[in-house]
């Protein structure tokens, strides 16, 4: 595995996330709950550039009739036809999904991002 620099860590989290090329690749920095995520800015459905997507929460699992909204701020929507993913995990939220999000590993040193790629 070799370091990539790839952001600021206050840039990162002042805006909550940044796009960025590592490596010729594009993707996304995101700041959640106290830690960094590097998901690469290609959609499992239909190869949208996800991590153009609003950040949000998500209607929690609940009865029927019962309506809960939570995980503020964890959630990425898909620019393209709106599948939610999660921000700590990479996982499509839809029930019986196998669909993810690749990531990568992010390291912070000296105040700056460094993502882990071979
Ligand atoms: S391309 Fe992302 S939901 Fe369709």
Redesign the pocket.
């Known amino acids: 595995m070799n370091a990539y620099l790839a952001a600021s860590e206050d840039e990162v989290k002042s805006l909550g996330k940044k796009i960025v090329v590592v490596k010729n690749m594009e993707m996304g920095i995101f700041y959640v709950g106290g830690s960094f995520y590097a998901w690469r800015n290609v959609?499992p459905?239909?190869?949208?550039p996800?991590c153009k997507g609003l950040i949000n929460g998500t209607t929690l699992p609940k009865d029927v009739y019962e309506y809960e909204f939570g995980r503020e701020n964890q959630i990425l929507r898909?620019p393209?036809?709106?599948?939610e993913f999660d921000l700590v995990n990479g996982h499509h939220l839809a029930p019986d999904s196998n669909a993810k999000l690749r990531g990568f590993e992010v390291k912070v040193e000296d105040g700056q991002l460094y993502v882990m790629m071979s």
């Open positions: 959609c459905h239909a190869a949208a996800v898909c393209w036809h709106g599948w």
